[in-house]
Every structure is written in structure tokens, then in C-alpha cells.
């Protein structure tokens, strides 16, 4: 076994090792905008597999940025990395021979400004094949992108993804949540005060906050923005299935969604309306108030029980206690997997707006295919509306 360190030229070495390659090439790396190795790369796809995988960020996403669908064009495997838990790695794989890793992006930052570093291994065998795994494990919650231009239409790329507000909130939040996992409740609420007593306008009545700082309960579930104006509290929410289909339960059916304090778990407000409910970015549903269940899918149909929280009567639709038929609607579209996004409003006069939990029906909180979002801060990263 070889390694070798590398702390000056370290773009000349990237491009050495990776003209050599003759099998195949696997790329996670956090930030690339140099188009020398870039284009190298474009060139290499035409006669091996090569992968990549980078953030979905404005780094990446820039004016004078790489141009991501020429390298899916000529054959490579393109991936962008999950938004809500960026892919923070910087390493290559070169025909299960070499690994080049380090703190070096593949940008023009790091080549001319930052003091950066490289290692090479070379006949690392062992280490190669664990680096080999992460990225595979990376990749098995991703989907190769075949059209950049089509999926940023439905995943924009996020705006300063590790600026203070944004990382440096959240890394303390995340050593809070440690902190009181490992019973250290008072020290953790010490910080949370410091933090929150610094929030820029965290004393307004009506607030907006961009970056939301919340404990994610199942992969594809977001909460993406919120929005507090006159006691209403309006919450953006997102989601992705590739089920073939899914529920939303209006705000008065017995799943509908609840916020509740996370202090005080029998503080609870239900939602008062849902807006806005598109499928794939197109408008589906402009509002709804009353009893509904709506069923989205491919057919447009569901045949079947499902965990409705209702009783079913023989024909196997949901009923009340008195009989009655809950109403249900049924929309077709046009694949098994898409997105959906949807405003959750709730009225909010009296409730603390400190930290709540996001609940799809009350008593569902560890089921899996429930839509919620834990720990929501409603403190922290506020915007004068």
C-alpha cells in the first residue's frame, strides 16, 4: 500500500490520477467549479462509467458554473446530493485502485486561496472498498438526474447553504439536541436562550422564517418555510412518495395535522385550512376547510384499506361514528413518484410559538408513513414580515 500526501499543486494531481483511469471513476464532492477537471471528466465519460455527485447549492449552480448536463450527455451518472442533509464529502475513487481525499474541493477557491490537503492511497484495498460503500450508500437514497434543467424546476437550488445563519444555527442546535439526549436539559436550554436572545427580530409579533431548524422524521418529509401574521401561523410543507400514491386529510378528518407545543404535549391546535396543494409544482387544490380525505396516484383510484382513522363499511369507505360517509376525492397524475407541497395553516392566538411538533393526526407519532416534523424551532432565524 502507497499513500502519499499532498498539500501544493494538488489540481495537477487530481488531473494525473484521473487521466489514468481505464475502468471506472466515483466522485462525492461537496463543491466543483473547476472546469479543467471538469472537462477531463466529460471526455473520460464517453468510454467508462464515471459518477458524480455533488450539493444543490448557488456554488454549484452558478453563472459561470460547470455545465452538468454536458458531462449526463456524454454518459456520466449525475447526482445532486438530499437538501436537508448536504453531502459534505470530498473524495475520489479511480478504478478501485486509488482514493484521493482531503479538504480540497474541486473549485477555484480552494486551488488559489485555501490552504488545503490531499491524501492519495494507492493498493489500499480495505479503505477503498469502505469509501466505495459510503458513496453507494450515498447514492441508494438518490436518483440519477437525466435532465438538470427539470429537476431544479422542482428542487431549486439552495441559497447560502453553509452560511452562519444557516449552518452555525443549526450545528447548535444539533449539539442541544445531544446535550439533552445525554440528560444535560438545563445546559441545553442555557445555549438555546443565548442563541434565541441574538436572533435578529426574534421579538416580532409577525415573522417569517426561511431557514427552519426542525428534528426530520422520515426522509422525503420537509418543512420548508413558515410564516406568522396576525396569530395565523402558516407552514410550508413538501414532501416526495414513489409509493404509486398518498394521502392528505383535510383539517377536520381524524388524521388532520396538529401543531403541538413540545414542551407541553397536551397543548395542541389543529389546522384550520389547507392551501395550495400541487403536485409536481402544478396547483391541484386551491383551499379546503371541511372533512376530506383527497387520494393521489397514477390511476386516480384506491382500491383497498388503508390507516384512514376510520371505521369502514362494507363498500370499504371511511365512515363516522354515526354512519355517515367521510368524503373522499380521487386525483390522477402522471407517475408513481412525485412531489408534494401544500400551506398548513393553524390559528395560533395564545399558543406559545416557541418549539412544536408537526403532527399528522394525534397518537400517529411513530408511524412511518405519517407526515411529520419534530422540534420545530419557532424562534430561531426570524424575519420581520
Partial sequence: MEIKEHFENIRQVVLDNLKESKKEILIAMAWFTNHDIFELLVEKAKVIPIQLIVINDDINNRLDGLDFQKFINNGGKFYFGMQENPMHNKFCIIDEKVLITGSYNYTYLAETINSENILVFKGASDIIENYKKEFFKITSNLNPIESVEEYLKICPYQKDT??????????????????????????????????????????????????????????????????????????????????????????KTNHAWTLRSANDKNLTRKAVRI???????????????????????????????????????????????????????????????????????????????????LIEGLGTDEKDNHWHCFDINLKLNREKL
Fill in 162 to 251: 453553509f452560511s452562519y445563519k444557516n449552518y452555525g444555527i443549526r450545528d447548535i442546535y444539533a449539539h442541544t439536541q445531544l446535550l439533552k439526549a445525554s440528560g444535560f436539559v438545563e445546559e441545553a436550554n442555557v445555549i438555546l436562550k443565548e442563541v434565541e436572545k441574538k436572533s435578529e427580530f426574534s421579538t416580532e409579533k409577525n415573522f417569517q422564517i426561511k431557514d427552519v431548524i426542525y428534528r426530520q422524521w422520515k426522509q422525503d418529509y420537509y418543512t420548508d418555510k413558515i410564516q406568522v401574521l396576525n396569530n395565523k401561523l402558516i407552514l410550508f410543507y413538501r414532501t416526495f412518495t414513489d409509493s404509486g400514491g398518498c394521502w392528505v386529510h383535510g383539517p
Fill in 275 to 357: 392551501t395550495n396543494i400541487k403536485i409536481d409544482g402544478q396547483k391541484i387544490i386551491t383551499s379546503t376547510d371541511a372533512e376530506e380525505i383527497f387520494y393521489f396516484s397514477k390511476e386516480g383510484k384506491y382500491e383497498g384499506t388503508t390507516d384512514l382513522g376510520y371505521k369502514l363499511n362494507e363498500q370499504k369507505q371511511p365512515i363516522k361514528d354515526d354512519g355517515q360517509i367521510v368524503p373522499m376525492k380521487f386525483f390522477k397524475v402522471s407517475n408513481d413518484k412525485f412531489e408534494l407541497t401544500c400551506e398548513i395553516h393553524f390559528e395560533v392566538e395564545g399558543f406559545p410559538l416557541e418549539t412544536v411538533d
